[in-house]
T-cell receptor, first 110, second 115 residues
Framework: SQELEQSPQSLIVQEGKNLTINCTSS?????LYWYKQKYGEGLIFLIM?????EEKSHEKITAKLDEKKQQSSLHITASQPSHAGIYLC??????????FGTGTSLTVIP | DTGVSQDPRHKITKRGQNVTFRCDPI?????LYWYRQTLGQGPEFLTY????????KSRLLSDRFSAERPKGSFSTLEIQRTEQGDSAMYLC?????????????FGQGTRLTVV
């Protein structure tokens, strides 16, 4: 079973539209990280969240952490084709291991 | 470039052959992780080292897989008697262990194709 579930699994949006990706943990979170991956490439670190209620931004990407709900959301404002890729959340949970979410594939149509 | 580097970037091998991948972490990082990612899936944890000690192994790591980090610096992941199901991207990451967890830095990965 997956420690971290992401939704939606895939997303197709028109350029300029806003979008949100969610990441829900089945266990207590000790930090939540968002990564982006282009097909066949390594992971690019985007944002790290460590405290409940924390909100951080990286260019047009904003991420929030709701510790009580064991959930994080990633919001992209005014999406561009360069935002296309697979977005992965990652977290350290009990057992001191780092797990990844199921991934969300984003396509941005020009 | 002082990031995590992996070698080779791509490997094509015949079924039954052995392959070995190398990961060079960021020099001051004492933790090193290996992940496997198949098409359309998120990365799956395989194993991690703290310095030269292998502290955790996933049940995904069958007897054909072995990882080492002999001097607490670079690490190797060997797959013996490769099978087609081993075809995947193998990702390495490194981090510092401290009071607070820092983000892990990932390499570009080694893409393995078993034919």
């Amino acid at each position: 079973s997956q420690e971290l579930e992401q939704s939606p699994q895939s997303l197709i949006v028109q350029e300029g539209k806003n979008l949100t990706i969610n990441c829900t943990s089945s266990k207590t979170l000790y930090g939540l990280y968002w990564y982006k991956q282009k097909y066949g490439e390594g992971l690019i670190f985007l944002i790290m969240l460590q405290k409940g209620g924390e909100e951080k931004s990286h260019e047009k990407i904003t991420a929030k952490l709701d510790e009580k709900k064991q959930q994080s959301s990633l919001h992209i404002t005014a999406s561009q084709p360069s935002h296309a890729g697979i977005y992965l959340c990652g977290a350290v949970t009990t057992g001191n291991q780092f797990y990844f979410g199921t991934g969300t594939s984003l396509t941005v149509i020009p | 470039d002082t990031g995590v580097s992996q070698d080779p970037r791509h490997k094509i091998t015949k079924r039954g052959q052995n392959v070995t991948f190398r990961c060079d972490p960021i020099s001051e990082h004492n933790r090193l992780y290996w992940y496997r990612q198949t098409l359309g899936q998120g990365p799956e944890f395989l194993t991690y080292f703290q310095n030269e000690a292998q502290l955790e192994k996933s049940r995904l790591l069958s007897d054909r897989f072995s990882a080492e980090r002999p001097k607490g610096s670079f690490s190797t992941l060997e797959i013996q008697r490769t099978e087609q199901g081993d075809s995947a991207m193998y990702l390495c990451a490194s981090s510092l262990q401290g009071v607070k967890f820092t983000e892990a830095f990932f390499g570009q990965g080694t893409r393995l194709t078993v034919v």
